[in-house]
Structure formats: C-alpha cells, structure tokens
C-alpha cells in the first residue's frame, strides 16, 4: 500500500509538473520558454523573439490568439505585434512566397507603402510598409521563411500613433532570430 501511494504521489507531481510547463498557446514549446518576464518567445519550428529592452508584454490566450502564434503589446495604446507561422507552405523561396501575400493587399485595402528585401540578424527577409486608408491603420510586416515555414511579424497601430509605437516594435522586429 505504501508503494502504491509512493508512486500516485510521484506520478501526481510528474504530471502537475509537465502540465504546468504545457505550451501556452499553439506553437510554443513550453511556459518554460516564456521566461523574462513574458517578453521571450521560443518556438517549436526554432526561432525566438523578445520584447526585452521594451515594456511590451506577451498577450496571454484571447480569441485573437488563437489564429495567431502570438501577440506582444505596450502596456497603453492599441499599438500590437502578431506573430503568425504558416507551416508547410507551398512556395519554395520567399519572392513567391511575398509575391503570393501581396496579390491579396489591395484586395484588403492595403496600400503597399514601401516593400523591400532586408536582413534581420544575417536572415533575408522582407518588409512592407502598409497603411488602410478605411481603418487609419498603419503596418510594417517582416515575412520570413525557413524549412518550409513562414513566420510573419505585423506591427500595426492607429496612422497618428504608428511613428512613436512602431520604434519599440522594431527593436523587438530585430530580435527574430532563427535557431539552428
């Protein structure tokens, strides 16, 4: 009887602890890796990001979340970066890939501002500058593709608010690093 409990009680604590490190939201490894006080996020298809030289937080599971990897916003404001991941995408390299994303801009009514090809720590990846003139919503979208998995990053705040939000979004834009 003795061993009896002696394993429910081990058992009991093993699976409290691997329950209490499950992924918080689709794509992520584990609340183990959303250490730093919610501003680093690991994920599961190996890359990170972290919102650590800003007072950005991680957005904790909403509705919004749950077709986006992840969400960080400042403590004030509507200004928001989305993380989203698509696996197993069909185009080959990031030019068809962007090309592909681009034809539904204006279908959105997305103004492409500016667009161009950039390097964020040694990877190529591709910006876009947009603005919806219906919305007075202004973006700056980073796509990057890896393994056949993209990552999109979205900065996004109202068009009056966008220059001062979008200078703590592009620190942590620059943070995106693929894991090896």
């Known amino acids: 009887m003795k061993i009896l409990l002696t394993m429910t009680s081990l058992w009991t604590t093993f699976l409290y602890t691997t329950l209490s490190l499950a992924a918080p939201a689709p794509g992520l490894i584990s609340a183990a890796h959303l250490q730093n006080d919610h501003q680093l996020i690991a994920s599961n298809i190996g890359f990170s990001i972290t919102a650590k030289d800003t007072n950005w937080k991680i957005v904790e599971d909403t509705e919004a979340t749950k077709n986006r990897h992840s969400q960080i ?8 970066l989305s993380i989203k991941i698509n696996k197993n995408i069909k185009q080959n390299n990031l030019k068809d890939y962007v090309k592909y994303w681009r034809n539904d801009y204006q279908r959105l009514g997305l103004e492409v501002l500016k667009a161009q090809p950039i390097k964020i720590n040694g990877n190529v ?4 500058d947009l603005y919806n003139s219906k919305s007075e919503i202004q973006l700056r979208q980073v796509m990057l593709l890896k393994n056949g998995n993209s990552v999109v990053l979205t900065c996004s705040d109202n068009k009056e608010a966008f220059k001062e939000s ?3 979004c592009n620190k942590i834009l620059k943070t995106f690093t ?3």
Request: glycine share 6%.
């Open 73 to 80: 916003k400042p403590p004030k404001g509507n200004a928001l």
């Open 125 to 128: 990846s591709y910006m876009m």
């Open 166 to 168: 979008f200078k703590d």
């Open 178 to 180: 693929w894991l090896e």
